[in-house]
T-cell receptor, first 111, second 113 residues
Framework: AQSVTQLDSQVPVFEEAPVELRCNYS??????LFWYVQYPNQGLQLLLK??????LVESINGFEAEFNKSQTSFHLRKPSVHISDTAEYFC?????????FGAGTTVTVRA | DAGVTQSPTHLIKTRGQQVTLRCSPK?????VSWYQQALGQGPQFIFQ???????QRGNFPDRFSGHQFPNYSSELNVNALLLGDSALYLC????????????FGSGTQLSVL
């Protein structure tokens, strides 16, 4: 079975500062990797995904993640955060028609 | 186009009771998956329904059961509720079985007292 480890449970960051959320996965086969965002009192929204091809994937709201096979990582970055980026972020790996999620990273953006 | 809709949004039950949660998938989607998200944790896969059959199941006891109807909507039933069943229950739909792009509903918050 696949598994995901998110290395930071909480990340406080100031507005307009960069942020990196770390994610490592365990798998012996090809993987599909995802980042989901969960705003307060809402469901999960897909932020970005890696299926194949370019190891750098980007979202429409400025986030990017890089797939690193040798380090089994899929870290999420944003060069300049906004207050509206305050949310919980989940890394996930596709595992035989289902997703296995990490425990989540809470990002709190302060002015 | 409505996305994934779940009902009710909140529910309070007592230990030993039974509960039914409902989910309507996004229009055109035929596969429904259920996840349990305990406080402070990531979602855990419960099971997946496709063509009205349970196709995949996670590590959950038989107290958790489900159903998918011909219109692709789904129910999650939990019997003999335990305090530990308190969680946010998320429904996700996808276009076909195996599609990695899941659309999630806002969830049902279940509190067991």
């Amino acid at each position: 079975a696949q598994s995901v480890t998110q290395l930071d449970s909480q990340v406080p960051v100031f507005e307009e500062a960069p942020v990196e959320l770390r994610c490592n996965y365990s798998s012996s086969v090809s993987v599909y990797l995802f980042w989901y965002v969960q705003y307060p009192n809402q469901g999960l929204q897909l932020l970005l995904k890696y299926l194949s091809g370019s190891t750098l994937v980007e979202s429409i709201n400025g986030f990017e993640a890089e797939f690193n096979k040798s380090q089994t990582s899929f870290h999420l970055r944003k060069p300049s955060v906004h207050i509206s980026d305050t949310a919980e972020y989940f890394c996930a790996v596709s595992d035989d028609y289902k997703l296995s999620f990490g425990a989540g990273t809470t990002v709190t953006v302060r002015a | 186009d409505a996305g994934v809709t779940q009902s009710p949004t909140h529910l309070i039950k007592t230990r030993g009771q039974q509960v039914t949660l409902r989910c309507s998938p996004k229009s055109g989607h035929d596969t429904v998956s259920w996840y349990q998200q305990a406080l402070g944790q990531g979602p855990q896969f419960i099971f997946q329904y496709y063509e009205e059959e349970e196709r995949q199941r996670g590590n959950f006891p038989d107290r958790f059961s489900g159903h998918q109807f011909p219109n692709y909507s789904s129910e999650l039933n939990v019997n003999a509720l335990l305090l530990g069943d308190s969680a946010l229950y998320l429904c996700a739909s996808s276009l076909v079985q195996g599609d990695e792009k899941l659309f999630f509903g806002s969830g049902t918050q279940l509190s067991v007292l």
